[in-house]
Structures are given as structure tokens and as C-alpha cells.
């Protein structure tokens, strides 16, 4: 059995499995036929379940999202939405470019050879709105390979650093 066989039919087993969850007061809402990214989808979602339902709402409920959802594209969903700080906003979007990258370092570092590539990336990625890649591209700007290069760590080649202001 191929690859692409195997995760399919895997996918297939968990999907049943979901729908089979249920009773004792658990919902688990159904597999997503729309892009869920947040937490918070799930709990709309729920409310319109047990709206329709005509219940209070007093149940648990579980809901799933696609692995496969790439974190920037969920910090990119955040742009415009009331009560997020825009430097937050950007510290999340370009810390989740690389998302091996620890919590604690969700801080713009302009002296950081990591977030130079992270920024670089945001503002290159097509599939990202031109808003987020503003953001990057602000974060790319304020970095010190343009204007320090000597003080960025690891060090850079002459090439990186001539590429950079390119």
C-alpha cells in the first residue's frame, strides 16, 4: 500500500471514529467542511450546534482543525482583530514562521541572523495577505543587517550582507 494510501485510509479511520464520539454530555462538533484555525471557530461553531439544537449550550464539545494549517497562516488570521497589540501581532507572525521556534523568543531581535530569515520569508510568501507581508517586510527593514551588519550573530559572508541590501 502506497503512501498516499495509507494516509488516506487513516484519515478515513479517525474520521469515523470522531463521528462515532458523543452522548454524556460531549458533543464533538463534525470534521471541519470549513477552515477552522482557532480555538475560537470551535466555540462558534459549538454555540451554532447547540443553538440549532435548542439547548443552553451546558455540554462539553470537542472540535478538530487540519495539521496541516501552517501557524503563520493562523497569526495571519489575527490582523484587524480588536484587542491585539500590533507589536504582539508582529512578534507572533514572525516567531511563527519557523515553528520549532520556543515561545520565549517571540521578541523582535534586530541582531538575530534567525529573525532576519524569519522576516524574509514572511515578506516573500505569496500565499500570505499584503498585510502580513508588510509586516515582515517592516521587521526585515528595522533589522540589523542593513544598517549593522558587524553586530548580527552568527555573522554574516560579505555575500549575505551585499544580498540583503540588494
Known amino acids: 500500500m502506497g503512501l498516499t494510501a495509507q494516509r488516506h485510509s487513516d484519515l478515513s479511520r479517525i474520521t469515523a471514529w470522531w463521528r462515532g464520539l458523543g452522548g454524556d454530555g460531549f458533543v ?9 484555525y482557532t480555538q475560537s471557530d470551535g466555540h462558534e461553531d459549538a454555540a451554532e450546534l447547540f443553538a440549532a439544537r435548542g439547548s443552553a449550550g451546558g455540554a462539553s ?4 482543525r487540519p495539521a496541516s494549517t ?8 489575527l ?37 532576519w530569515q524569519r522576516a524574509r520569508e514572511v515578506t516573500d510568501d505569496l500565499r500570505l495577505s499584503a498585510g502580513a507581508r508588510a509586516i515582515g517586510l517592516k521587521a ?3 533589522h540589523y543587517v542593513l ?10 559572508t560579505d555575500g549575505e550582507v551585499n544580498e540583503a541590501r540588494a
Not at 501552517?70 to 488570521?77: I, K, S
Not at 480588536?82 to 523582535?108: C, F, K, M, N, S
Not at 553586530?151 to 554574516?156: E, K, T
Open 61 to 64: 464539545f470537542g472540535s478538530a
Open 140 to 142: 526585515a527593514s528595522a
Open 70 to 77: 501552517h501557524p503563520l497562516h493562523v497569526a495571519e488570521r
Open 79 to 115: 490582523i484587524g482583530k480588536p484587542g491585539i497589540r500590533e507589536y504582539v501581532l508582529h512578534r507572533l507572525l514572525i516567531g511563527v514562521a519557523d515553528p520549532a521556534q520556543p515561545l520565549r523568543h517571540y521578541a523582535l531581535d534586530p541582531r538575530s541572523r534567525g529573525w
Open 147 to 156: 544598517r549593522h551588519p558587524d553586530q548580527v550573530r552568527p555573522s554574516l
Open 28 to 36: 464533538a462538533l463534525p470534521p471541519p467542511t470549513r477552515n477552522r
